[in-house]
């Protein structure tokens, strides 16, 4: 049986993007000092979307200065007025969401179905939560009067690239800090279009600053002498790189990088529903998630079974324009993402997994990987360890519930692990030994403001969402 | 009858303990522990590299079983260790003025709060999951909680300014949560943290739960921090310049890291130590209904 759908595109139209963008410091948008651009192009289409500006070290230093000056009268503010800026904030979000995920979409080739329904809505509720602690840090279980840390230099990843501005900046602000915030190379423009939703919220110059650019950007943002905390999310090589840069120096870090998550389907588990959670955790957002369940570590006995029904089901994912309703899987982010992709694919192939994909027509131009099962995977091999960050399955199997444990804990990285099975003390004897920060049983790419999100081992420290959240940018 | 010669004192070897056993240095090094005077207290081991590497294997084969151990097992344990302490107050008094310099009556006051701070941390073991955990009301049909859990292998450089209370301090939140530690001893005055060892091993600490090592603090820090077998760095011990270095160090693998800062050991600990060493988890399942129709996803 097959299905035939309609082209349903969401229109374009809603959003209006300008042909160049400049930085946003002090409240002000400006160009970069030296004048330097770089486009940003929509991966479905490698249509060029707009010029932004390529912040130097004179940029970030005028970012921070920015805050700098900001940062005390923002933290002097009764915390219930601060509250105030952050609900404006989150409903200005509210009232631009499908403008925001249009623009998400194109920026970052997702299908409009993620950001319109996962993306949007869970950045306003990101505002809204941290709105409301603002006025209750006192209550907050870090001692009677905490104490904001100062100026927040934050980079984030192009995943997810308005979410990830509001894990950052939301609880930064509550907690009275002030922000230069820098958003990744290939997904500036939604954080661009923040800084417009400040100023229509009214808030004080200076309080958030946005400086674009590539990794030279982030770099300068991270080492500057005048910044008392750093964020990052993105990748645990680049996340090494910035716990050496912040040695020996008082800033207090915070990081969020990558995982390897396993996602463990007992012979008990309901195949079908399981079989979304597989399909969930690894082709959501194209799998370019740092807390996918990219090992799906399957029980022997129901192998087979469980193969069948992920096939079948990956036969009916629909993969092309990111902005029709209808669209499962969108673009990969980059030329330079796909290529990492395609290269540990062919690498899974040389080292002897078997390589299956659904019958699936890619489009012509932009950035495409079919989605994709490895089977045959040992943890020796290269797919099983490395973080891929795309629509790539390993899938090994296991016997016994402790060589489950020892497989799907088996790896540097501690973000994220699946449990499916409907016996009660399974679930929570596994997950008490999973070494993971989220551990999804029988759901899998759940998020929420108030559930805290972070990793183990080398998937960075920390934790961003919930209460837990507001004390990495505290001074406690 | 000729008078009996004065009795001759037996004097301590002082070892490591690793694995909850008291070996000597594998490198069969010593260094002279002298008091404030320049008078010869004892030889301490002088541990290296290797005895570093094989405490971070103790620990690791220790985490397992300690990590697992209820929170109330661990909480006695700790209480026990105080108990043991207090038995040898004398002891530790005469160590601690001799190895630190201070007057018996401040001697004294030290070894007491350490004994009250194990009574501290004993009473946090199953209380701190309470603090620092809960669940979280999430905008779906899912059940949601965060717990904290330890975060495994913790290396620890103990003060250089508090011998023992120092010591305890650093190593206790460590441990009541599930930790298990290797710690390098205050450099110049190791005897207590070597004689704390005895007092461990009696206590019901599991063996490879707290390693101690005696040597120099830069030389033990390095491996340490470099061990990729090693969760976390507690720098106390290391002053502006070793921090750095071996902050860099612990770059490598990711370990969560304590910076030294100005402390005073005899104020109310809070709960930062144990905060530093515990790690999030959150698990959600789906609450479902209970519809006629049987599926509760």
């Known amino acids: ?476 | 009858m000729s008078e009996r010669p004065e009795r001759l004192a037996v004097l301590k070897t002082y070892k490591l303990f690793v694995g909850g056993k008291f070996p000597r240095s594998e490198s069969g090094r010593v260094y002279e522990v002298t008091d404030s005077k320049g008078r010869l207290l004892a030889n301490a081991p002088l541990a290296s590299r290797k005895d570093a590497r094989d405490a971070v294997g103790a620990a690791r084969k220790a985490f397992g079983g300690w990590s697992g151990a209820t929170a109330y097992n661990r909480g006695q344990v700790l209480y026990r260790v105080a108990e043991m302490l207090e038995g040898r107050r004398e002891q530790f008094t005469a160590e601690v003025a001799a190895g630190s310099g201070i007057s018996r009556a401040k001697a004294a006051a030290e070894v007491d709060a350490a004994i009250d701070r194990w009574v501290w941390y004993a009473g946090w073991s199953d209380k701190i999951a309470q603090v620092a955990g809960g669940a979280n009301p999430v905008a779906g049909p899912f059940f949601n909680l965060s717990t904290p859990e330890p975060t495994g292998v913790v290396a620890v450089l103990a003060p250089q300014d508090s011998a023992l209370l120092g010591l305890v301090s650093v190593v206790a939140p460590a441990i009541v949560t599930g930790n298990t530690v290797v710690v390098a001893a205050n450099e110049k005055a190791p005897l207590p943290a070597l004689s704390l060892a005895e007092v461990l091993a009696t206590s019901d600490v599991p063996g490879g739960v707290v390693n101690v090592l005696s040597g120099r603090t830069a030389e033990l820090g390095a491996p340490l921090a470099a061990h990729q077998d090693v969760n976390a760095i507690d720098l106390a011990g290391a002053d502006a310049e070793l921090a750095k270095e071996l902050q860099i160090a612990a770059a490598d693998n990711l370990k969560r890291v304590v910076r030294p800062r100005a402390e005073r050991w005899t104020t109310d600990p809070g709960t930062d130590r144990m905060l530093a060493f515990l790690e999030t988890k959150t698990v959600w399942h789906p609450t479902g209904s209970l519809g006629a129709s049987g599926s509760a996803y």
């Open chain 1, 1 to 476: 049986m097959g299905f035939d759908y309609a082209p349903a595109p969401e229109s374009r139209a809603i959003v209006d993007i300008a042909p160049s963008y400049g930085l946003f410091i002090d409240g002000e948008f400006r160009e970069a000092a030296d004048g330097k651009v770089f486009k940003t192009v929509a991966p479905a289409t490698e249509e060029v979307l707009s010029e932004v500006a390529q912040a130097g070290e004179e940029d970030v230093d005028a970012a921070v200065a920015a805050a700098r000056r900001a940062f005390a009268s923002w933290s002097a503010l009764p915390g219930a007025e601060r509250g105030k800026y952050l609900f404006r904030i989150a409903r200005v979000l509210q009232e631009r969401s499908r403008e925001l995920a249009v623009l998400e979409t194109l920026d970052n080739g997702k299908p409009i179905k993620e950001t319109r329904d996962v993306d949007l809505p869970q950045v306003a509720a990101h505002f809204f939560y941290y709105a409301g602690w603002a006025d209750k840090l006192a209550h907050a279980g870090y001692g009677p009067s905490p104490r904001p840390l100062g100026v927040a230099g934050q980079v984030i990843p192009w995943n997810f690239p308005l979410l990830m501005l509001a894990w950052k900046i939301a609880p930064a602000l509550a907690t009275g800090n002030t922000v230069v915030l820098k958003p990744a190379e290939t997904t500036p423009l939604s954080a661009l279009f923040f800084a417009d939703v400040c100023r229509r919220a009214g808030l004080p110059k200076g309080v958030v600053n946005i400086v674009t650019g590539d990794g030279r950007t982030g770099a300068a943002l991270v080492a500057h002498p005048d910044v008392n905390k750093v964020a990052f999310t993105g990748s645990t090589g680049v996340g090494k790189q910035i716990a050496r840069t912040v040695a020996g120096t008082s800033k207090k870090l915070t990081l969020e990088l990558g995982g390897k998550g396993a996602n463990i389907v007992f012979d008990d588990a309901p195949v079908d529903q399981a079989v979304e959670g597989i399909v969930n955790g690894i082709f959501f957002n194209q799998g370019q998630v740092c807390c996918a369940g990219s090992r799906l570590l399957v029980q022997e006995s129901v192998r087979d079974e469980v193969l069948d029904a992920l096939k079948r089901r990956l036969g009916t994912l629909r993969l092309g324009d990111p902005l029709d309703k209808n669209t499962d899987i969108g673009a990969i982010n980059s030329a330079e993402q796909l290529a990492r992709i395609t290269a540990l694919a062919e690498t899974g192939e040389a080292e002897g997994a078997e390589r299956w994909s659904p019958a699936c027509e890619l489009p012509s131009s932009g950035y495409w990987f079919a989605p994709t099962l490895f089977t045959g995977v040992s943890q020796a091999h290269t797919i099983a360890r490395d973080e891929i960050f795309g629509p790539v399955l390993s899938v090994l199997t296991f016997r016994t519930p402790d060589e489950a444990v020892a497989k799907a804990n088996n790896t540097p990285y501690g973000l994220s692990a699946g449990i499916w099975t409907e016996k009660g003390s399974r679930i929570l004897a596994m997950a008490s030994k999973l070494r993971a920060g989220v551990v999804w049983a029988n759901t899998f790419n759940k998020f929420d403001p108030t559930s805290p999100f972070g990793g183990y081992k080398e998937s960075g420290f920390g934790r961003e969402g919930g209460r837990h959240g507001l004390e990495a940018y505290l001074d406690v």
